[in-house]
């Protein structure tokens, strides 16, 4: 079984064992598990482009300015549909 020391160990070592430039799509990131992996993704990747798509335009202007905070060499693009 994989414990939550396994899982922050590997992505503490995403910044040094993967390309910066990394660019991720996220479907219904606009809250919970989707949003909270979104974010650990942003958090620990060098120069990622990220696609999210949701419903809420408020929530995911909401994101993207905390991505934009915890990496700002980032690039967040947020797409409304349902």
Same mark, same amino acid.
């Given at each position: ?22 660019? +991720?799509?996220?479907?219904g990131?606009? $809250?919970?598990? @989707?949003?909270? /992996? ?17 419903r809420s ?6 994101? +993207? ?5 915890? $990496?700002p060499? @980032?690039?967040? /693009?947020f797409?409304?549909?349902?």
């Amino acid at each position: 079984m994989i414990s939550l020391s396994d899982v922050q160990s590997s992505n503490s070592r995403i910044a040094s064992s993967l390309h910066p430039g990394l660019v +991720a799509v996220f479907v219904g990131a606009t $809250n919970g598990i @989707g949003e909270a /992996t979104l974010q650990q993704f942003v958090k620990h990747a060098r120069q990622p482009r990220v696609y999210f798509i949701g419903r809420s335009q408020e929530a995911g202007d909401r994101i +993207a300015a905390e991505c934009k905070t915890l $990496n700002p060499d @980032g690039g967040y /693009t947020f797409i409304k549909a349902d």
